[in-house]
């Protein structure tokens, strides 16, 4: 993977700092979030693990995303996102979460939901924060800006300004 580590070391660095843990829920990315964290050196003081939520039905049996807001809303939506943070914040029990979920292409898209629209949830149990965002690119190019983005945000939540 070519992203550049810079989003992924500022978050595990302030997670260890400040002591807190952080868990991931991932559809669009495929476990590049997890992966992003863990190929710090440290990250297994923060990351305590994360869910490669590519089906409804793991949406629905693992991270408890309600059957009702996939069938009106779709698996690429803010309700979904915002349902799979929070999914993930009680499997795993951890300080912080994040979630994404989106049209990575080449195929997929309506135009509704075009191609590179990825939601990026980021919660810390009281607050849930979710973004809506239309990435460029290729099929990988969307997936690691999703991961640079998703980084970004929850480094945003956890200090403080978001």
């Known amino acids: ?4 580590p810079s989003e992924a070391e500022t978050l595990v660095s302030l997670l260890r700092l400040k002591g807190k843990t952080v868990s991931t829920a991932e559809s669009c990315t495929g476990g590049l979030i997890g992966a992003s964290i863990t190929d710090i050196p440290g990250a ?52 912080y979460a ?18 590179g629209l990825v939601y990026i949830a980021v919660a810390d149990g009281p607050r ?13 190019e969307v997936r690691e800006s999703t991961v640079r983005e998703a980084c970004s945000l929850l480094t945003d939540m956890v200090e403080g300004r978001l």
């Open 128 to 140: 849930t924060v979710v973004t809506r965002n239309v990435f460029k690119g290729d099929r990988q």
């Open 1 to 4: 993977m070519t992203t550049h």
């Open 44 to 95: 297994s003081e923060v990351f305590l693990g994360g869910v490669v939520s590519y089906s409804n039905d793991v949406k629905e049996g693992i991270l408890g995303v309600s059957h009702s807001v996939l069938i009106e809303h779709g698996a690429v939506s803010e309700q979904t996102a915002r349902q799979m943070v929070e999914g993930s914040m009680r499997l795993f029990d951890s300080d």
């Open 98 to 115: 994040v979630a994404v979920t989106g049209i990575a292409g080449p195929g997929g898209a309506t135009p509704e939901k075009p191609v």
